[in-house]
């Protein structure tokens, strides 16, 4: 029985398709990424503020406030303001629940971290001073190991960060200098994406902008502080080549398709601890008139060209049927369906007739067809 996949190549038979081709591709293969390389960004506007991102593990969270009649609200602007969602309500309350719930760190791995960007929309200095009234009574919060307390969007001076507890952390900028003492208490860096480039997420950013974003990443990996990009694209390739980019922390709207990702990701995903040789071929007798003493069909399973370039790509480039200077695709649609199954397709390779999905060396109308060994017989060749 001869089994096939929808699409087949052939290495010796159908000799259509002569090339040569020249690749320069980097297959460098990201870091492991893990859902703690996340930022729920503006996470107050999800319908489960804190907990959607918390239970999914993320490792960043952000919550803006504005300061307005002595208290911290949780709102991007003024207008969106609303009694019941407080800093305390939404951010500080279900955060000392849960420290309290794993005996004093964040999560119950008390190696993972959480970052609590604060993004201050009101004046930096009247802002802190009131966040500091408001942290006085959490201390299982300004004290836990495992969480930092960032400042970012407006900031004090940069002279006065020395001069709050040691709990508060800040928001670092690329275009700042900073002293020694100052950069301890910087806790990450963020910067706009679209400062360095407009790219949409789809495939990848063009060459002088890859290098902008690349530099800006190693600037902030010499300083050996984490960096995550605001205004970056939020889908799937984008989060993949943001990945390439090794920067540390994923910015997102999304957080379930995000974790879903990231999650699946080691079973999506292949690297190949090393590249497999691959026969040079000489190509002595290619193309010759000469007659042609055995072919030899191998018919392999799930051949179509997505895992044929999937091959190619975990084996960095190099495959064995690619070094072939003559290469022909067949396409095998079923007489009864435009896509094949295994039984259709092997039998239209077997015979040299289309027949019906789930029928095996018979025609469409399940007469019995002759199948390549039985002519090459009567030609008195062995198969």
């Given at each position: 029985m001869i089994y096939?996949?929808?699409?087949t190549?052939f290495?010796?038979?159908?000799m259509?398709?002569?090339?040569t081709?020249?690749i320069s591709?980097a297959?460098?293969?990201p870091?492991?990424?893990y859902?703690?390389?996340?930022?729920?960004?503006?996470?107050?506007?999800?319908?489960?503020?804190?907990y959607?991102?918390?239970?999914e593990?993320?490792?960043?969270?952000?919550?803006?406030?504005?300061?307005?009649?002595n208290?911290?609200?949780?709102?991007?602007?003024?207008a969106?303001i609303?009694?019941d969602?407080?800093?305390?309500?939404?951010y500080l309350?279900?955060l000392?629940k849960?420290?309290l719930n794993?005996n004093?760190s964040v999560y119950k791995?008390?190696?993972?971290?959480?970052l609590?960007?604060i993004?201050?929309?009101?004046?930096?200095e009247?802002s802190l001073?009131?966040?500091?009234?408001i942290?006085e009574?959490y201390?299982e919060?300004?004290n836990?190991?495992?969480?930092k307390?960032?400042i970012t969007?407006n900031?004090?001076a940069?002279s006065?960060?020395?001069?709050?507890?040691s709990?508060?952390?800040?928001?670092?900028?690329?275009?700042n200098n900073?002293?020694?003492k100052?950069?301890?208490r910087?806790?990450l860096?963020s910067?706009n994406?679209?400062?360095?480039t407009?790219?949409?997420?789809k495939g990848?950013?063009?060459?002088?902008?890859r290098?902008?974003?690349?530099?800006?990443v190693?600037a902030?990996h010499a300083?050996?502080?984490?960096?995550?990009?605001?205004?970056?694209?939020?889908?799937?390739?984008?989060?993949?080549?943001?990945?390439h980019?090794?920067?540390?922390?994923?910015?997102?709207?999304?957080i379930p398709?995000l974790s879903s990702f990231l999650?699946?990701l080691?079973t999506?995903?292949f690297?190949?601890?090393?590249?497999q040789p691959?026969?040079?071929p000489t190509?002595k007798?290619?193309?010759?008139?000469?007659p042609?003493k055995?072919?030899?069909?191998?018919i392999?399973d799930?051949?179509g060209l997505?895992?044929i370039y999937?091959?190619?790509?975990?084996?960095r480039?190099?495959?064995?049927i690619l070094?072939m200077?003559?290469?022909?695709?067949?396409k095998?649609?079923?007489?009864?369906?435009?896509?094949?199954d295994s039984g259709?397709?092997?039998t239209?390779?077997a015979?040299?007739?289309?027949t019906?999905n789930?029928?095996?060396?018979?025609?469409?109308a399940?007469n019995?067809?002759e199948?390549?060994?039985a002519?090459?017989?009567?030609?008195?060749?062995?198969?």
């Open positions: 096939c996949a929808k699409h190549w290495k010796l038979l159908a259509v398709v002569c090339f081709t020249t591709i297959f460098a293969q870091r492991q990424y859902i703690g390389n996340t930022h729920a960004h503006n996470d107050y506007e999800h319908p489960i503020p804190f959607t991102a918390y239970y593990g993320f490792g960043s969270i952000e919550a803006d406030v504005i300061l307005i009649n208290q911290l609200y949780v709102a991007h602007d003024t969106d609303k009694p969602r407080t800093l305390q309500s939404l309350d279900p000392k849960m420290i794993n004093g791995d008390p190696s993972k971290q959480l609590l960007l993004d201050l929309k009101s004046t930096a009247t001073k009131k966040l500091l009234e942290l009574p201390k919060i300004t836990c190991g495992s969480l307390l960032v969007g900031q004090p940069i006065s960060f020395t001069s709050y507890p709990y508060i952390y800040f928001d670092g900028n690329l275009k900073y002293t020694a100052q950069q301890e910087i806790g860096y910067d994406f679209r400062i360095y407009k790219w949409n997420g990848i950013p063009v060459e002088a902008d290098k902008k974003i690349e530099k800006a190693a902030v300083l050996n502080k984490p960096i995550r990009f605001w205004a970056s694209p939020d889908i799937p390739n984008a989060w993949y080549q943001l990945m980019f090794n920067v540390d922390y994923l910015n997102t709207d999304k398709e999650r699946k080691p999506n995903s690297v190949s601890k090393k590249q691959v026969y040079t190509f007798n290619d193309q010759k008139n000469d042609v055995n072919i030899i069909l191998l392999g799930g051949m997505a895992h999937a091959a190619y790509t975990a084996n480039g190099q495959l064995n070094n200077r003559s290469i022909g695709m067949s095998t649609d079923a007489a009864d369906s435009y896509i094949t259709g397709g092997g239209a390779m015979t040299g007739h289309k019906n789930r029928f095996i060396g018979v025609g469409p399940e019995n067809l199948q390549l060994p002519v090459f017989k009567k030609l008195k060749k062995s198969t």
